[in-house]
């Protein structure tokens, strides 16, 4: 579920938080097939977004709902979290200006493996391809065979089944899914790449971001693999990983951490117990909702903005 401008303010409460959840924010461009989800919306989107809580919201940090919740506080009427996962170089770019400007806190979760490239995700470069590609089908088990693919439309729509159905295969490495699909379509997804939307953050700006006040810095897996389809061994790389790349980039430890896709299928008593070994004391879901204070720090609710 998304969040357009003219709900904004009706997902605040007297006596519950409202985390929001973005991925990217960037300047106005079009692509026939990426993007068509909105994880990137544009900075006058953003800029709409902030104006208006700012006016009728009260914004506090991650680190402020752990006080909260320590100390059994009560929560401000209004409250409201900001939270970016992933961790794409426009985030600091546009997102961070905007902001400070706003004096708005905001909690960046990245994805180790992403940092300092261009690598595309497994579902963005499945994107990018489909946008490019010549051919007029694509066939593949996972989606029950040949399909057509001749026109925008009919890529998005095998684009949203290839996201439900893959991030509901346990057994299936999206990665290598994703390499094999690319072939398929006979597209190099490294020929195709915009900055917009496929640059993420490097290690020096994520140093500038964990040294402002207004920001905190927390972990969203090394790969962004689901965490609770893994075995011990690659949880723990995927975990520990990422914890290791950040520290050694901020020289602190972090307490903060986003599960990546964020359902309910995305974690489990074993991931949770995992990450409150590795210190990690607040872990928010992708799931639709608001907060109560007492809610559980590693299932809490967020909305997505797009």
């Known amino acids: ?43 006058d989107y953003f800029v709409q977004f ?9 914004v506090i940090s991650l680190n402020d709902v752990l006080a909260m919740w320590n100390s059994g506080a009560s ?14 170089a426009n ?4 997102a961070c200006p905007i902001l400070s400007d706003f004096n708005f806190p905001a909690t960046f979760y990245i994805t180790t493996g992403f940092l300092n490239s ?35 439309q009919e890529k998005q ?19 290598d899914f994703s390499e094999e699909i690319c072939k398929s379509l006979e597209v190099n997804v490294m020929a195709y790449l915009d900055d917009d939307l496929d640059r993420k953050l490097n290690d020096d700006e994520v140093t ?11 972990g969203h897996s090394h790969t962004h693999r689901i965490l609770s389809y893994l075995d011990s061994h690659e949880l723990d790389f995927e975990i520990s990983r990422s914890l290791e790349i950040l520290k050694s980039i901020t020289g602190q430890p972090t307490i903060h951490y986003s599960y990546p896709e964020g359902q309910p299928n995305s974690y489990n008593e074993t991931v949770i117990a995992a990450l409150k070994a590795r210190g990690i004391e607040i872990c928010p879901t992708a799931i639709h909702g608001t907060n109560q204070i007492g809610s559980d720090l590693f299932s809490l609710r967020r909305i997505t903005v797009a």
């Open 1 to 43: 579920m998304t969040v357009f401008p003219s709900e904004f303010e009706s997902h605040l409460s007297l006596d519950r938080l409202s985390i929001f959840l973005f991925h990217g924010v960037t300047t106005p461009r079009h692509h026939p097939v990426r993007n068509y989800t909105r994880k990137h919306i544009t900075a």
């Open 50 to 58: 902030c104006s208006a809580l700012s006016q009728c919201g009260y």
């Open 75 to 88: 929560l401000p009427p209004n409250c409201f979290a900001i939270t970016f996962d992933d961790g794409f």
């Open 91 to 94: 985030n600091y770019t546009v």
């Open 118 to 152: 261009h690598t595309p995700s497994w579902i963005d470069a499945i994107e990018i391809a489909l946008e490019v590609t010549m051919k007029k089908t694509v066939g593949h088990e996972v989606f029950g065979g040949v399909v057509p693919i001749r026109n925008s």
């Open 157 to 175: 729509q095998l684009l949203k089944v290839i996201r439900e159905r893959v991030k509901k295969a346990p057994s299936l490495n999206p990665l």
């Open 208 to 218: 500038v971001i964990a040294k402002d006040a207004l920001f905190e810095v927390g």
